[in-house]
């Protein structure tokens, strides 16, 4: 049986960089909303066992963000910066079920 399946998707996505030069880091922690979409198959080897295999795209978009640069010591820069952050996964499950019982 093949089955798919899409749902909704969102979670903080956290950036951060760091310039030695500059001795700056940049961070950014932002909620991103976005989608899960996925197909699974599961194939019987015999009436009790069965091997599956799971494939999802996660996908939270885009986002760009706007965040002060920090220096070293600890104080803020006087020019924010700007962050363009992607966040995407893609995820494969194999599976070795077993059914107990009758």
């Known amino acids: 049986m093949t ?7 969102g979670g903080e996505v956290g950036f951060k960089a760091r310039d030695n030069d500059a001795l700056v880091t940049y961070e950014q922690n932002d ?10 198959i599961d194939y019987a080897l015999t009436d ?4 599956g295999v799971d494939y999802t ?3 939270l978009g885009s986002k760009i963000s706007t965040g002060p640069n920090v220096f070293d ?3 803020l820069g006087n020019n ?3 962050y ?10 194999a ?4 059914k107990f019982g009758n």
Do not use: C, Q
């Open 48 to 51: 009790k066992l069965s091997l």
């Open 3 to 9: 089955v798919f399946l899409a749902f909704y998707a």
């Open 84 to 93: 363009k952050v992607k966040a995407r996964a893609d995820v494969v499950m």
């Open 73 to 75: 010591n600890g104080s």
């Open 57 to 59: 795209h996660i996908d």
């Open 80 to 82: 924010p910066e700007t």
């Open 31 to 40: 909620w991103h909303n976005g989608y899960a979409i996925g197909a699974g």
């Open 95 to 98: 599976r070795l079920s077993y």
